[in-house]
């Protein structure tokens, strides 16, 4: 048997498996009611992972965890492709829920019963690919049959630049760069794409006022605002945040340079103003 009839045969398997597991799982889900897309934009490691996990143990909502809509949607996908994705994904995240060594289940997160909120986690790669092809942008807006909000999850500059650093192959400088490009290419996006709202998540106040970021989180998307839920979700929450600027040993010219960047930044001058950017 030839190598490409193999994989094509080995394709449509899988893609059989799928649409049985979304069937049983997924069929007797009420979408009708639909009424609001999300998506996140802005860089990684600020909390992004434990605010979808947050909105997917809602009974009412389902978030992908890192599927990347757009790069379905430039492969060809339509609107019931990509929410049959999405599903399927949080159904496997939900299953194990574990992502960078930390375990985001949330007790009670069960079978969902009708879905109002629905979306896809892939925050610096959604702005990568927006900024690559800006007409993305529209084409998103026009695939979508949604109002479309947008959740930026914020942390420290200091500590997102030292935790990527830690982690990835480029040095402090380049994560520097790369930290603000992405802050500003973020909002060249949301300029462009006018979502129906922006919903800026600051991940000390997560931490240090967890109900009433659930709440507002909740609020936001519309909700039903459910006390068992919110708890269980409570109780995955970071009991303190990690400060790992402390262990990046940054030069104090790169100090200097990350404080002035901070600045010209309007939404990152809550560390400005609340004191916060202290290093």
Known sequence: MAEGTYISIRQRLSNLKQHLTY???????????LKTFVLF????????????????????????????????????ADWNKIKKNICLNSQNFTANPVWTDYSYRINGSGKKNRINVIGDKRSAGTVHEFSLHP??????????????KVMRCVRNPFDVIATRTRRNDLNADDNIQRYFSIEKQAQKIIDKLQPSGVLHIYNEELIGEAENTIENIISFLELEKLPE??????????????????????????????????????????YIQNDRLLF
């Open 229 to 270: 839920y919110i708890n269980a979700c409570k109780s995955i929450v970071y009991q303190s945040p990690n400060l790992s600027r402390y262990q990046a040993g940054f030069t104090q010219e790169q100090i200097m340079q990350i404080e002035a960047e901070t600045k010209k930044i309007p939404h990152l001058n809550y």
């Open 135 to 148: 007409h993305l942008i529209d084409e998103l807006k026009d695939l979508i049959p949604l109002p479309i």
């Open 23 to 33: 069937v049983s799982n997924w069929s007797s889900v009420d979408f009708s009611q």
């Open 41 to 76: 934009l802005g860089n990684p490691r600020s909390g992004t992972t434990l605010v979808r996990s947050i909105i997917d143990a809602h009974p009412n909502a389902v978030i992908a965890n890192e599927l990347h809509v757009v790069r379905l949607m430039k492969a060809g």
